[in-house]
C-alpha cells in the first residue's frame, strides 16, 4: 500500500457515470510548457481524459458561502471520545481544516463562511452518540462500515441520514451542510461520496484517528486528512493514484492537498485541477488534456 493511499480512500458508490459529450477547444499549453522542457514528459491528448465526474453530485454541490458542518463523534464497541480528544480534535484538526479551505477558497475568490455544531456523548448535551457495533477501522482488511452516518443520525432523534439531512436543509434556507463522523481509533480515514447515478446520496466522511499526530498527548485525524476528506465531498478527486497521474501530479501541482501527505498543512496549496473538481473555477485546465492524468 502507497504510504498516501494509506490515509486517503475515495469510496466508488455507484456505477459508472455515463460521461456527456460536449464539443471542446483545445487549450494552448504554451505559457505552461514554456518554461522547460515538459512536452517531452507529458503525453497531450487531442480530447479530454476526464471530466470532473463528481462534481454536482450527492448532497455537497457548492463549496462556497454559508455551509453548517456536521460534527458527530461516535462511540464503538472498541472505542468511545473523552472531552479532552473531542476538544483536541475541533481545535486542531476540524478548525485547521477549515481555515485552510475557508482560505484557500479566498485566493481563488471564493468566499466561505462554516458554522460548525457538534455532537458526542463525552460533552454531556443529551445525546448518546454510539455506533451499535463496530466501525471497521481498515478498509484493505475490512471494507468500509456504510452506516456511520444512517446510525449518527438516529442518535440525534432522525429515523435515517436523509431525513437528517432534509431536515436540516429545510431548516438552515437551503445551505449546504457536511456530515463529519468521527471513530476514536486509528485507522483509514475515508469520504463516501456519491460519483455517479441518479438521485441524491448524502455525503459524509468517516474520520478515524492517526497515529502519527500526537497533538495535546491525545491521537486525532491530521487537520490536512480532514480537509481532503471534505473536498471529497464537493467531487476532489485523489492525485495520488493512479501512478502516472501520481507522478504527473508531483510535478505539475506537488503541493496539492488531494496529492499530499503531510503533517504541515500550512505547506499545501489547491491546484487549478482540485479548484476546477469542486466548481472554484470553471476554466477547464491543462490537466484534463494530458493523457497521464486519466483516472483509473
Ligand atoms: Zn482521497
Known sequence: MKRKAIFFFAVILAAVLPLSSCEYVLPDFGSFFRADSSEERFTISSE???ERGSYGLGTNIKLSGDIDVYVFFMDDDESSWS??????????????????????????????????????????????????????????VDGSTKDVLEQAARCIGYASADEMHENIVKNNGGREAIYLTAIEKDGISYTRNQTGGNGRYTEHCVLFTEKLLFLNSV???????????????????????PSARERAASEICPNDIMLLDTRNIKKLDVCEYTAYTVGWTEEVPMECYIEEWRHD
Open 48 to 50: 479530454r481524459v476526464c
Open 219 to 241: 491521537m486525532i485525524p491530521k487537520p490536512d486528512t480532514v480537509a481532503h476528506e471534505i473536498f471529497h465531498l464537493f467531487g476532489a478527486e485523489d492525485l495520488y493514484k
Open 83 to 140: 472531552v479532552y480528544e473531542t476538544n483536541a480534535f475541533m481545535k486542531d484538526s476540524v478548525s485547521v481544516a477549515l481555515e485552510f479551505i475557508k482560505d484557500k477558497g479566498a485566493e481563488w475568490g471564493i468566499s466561505i463562511n462554516f458554522t460548525v455544531h457538534e455532537y458526542s456523548t463525552a460533552q454531556d448535551d443529551g445525546f448518546e452518540m454510539r455506533y451499535d457495533g463496530k466501525v471497521n477501522k481498515d478498509l484493505r
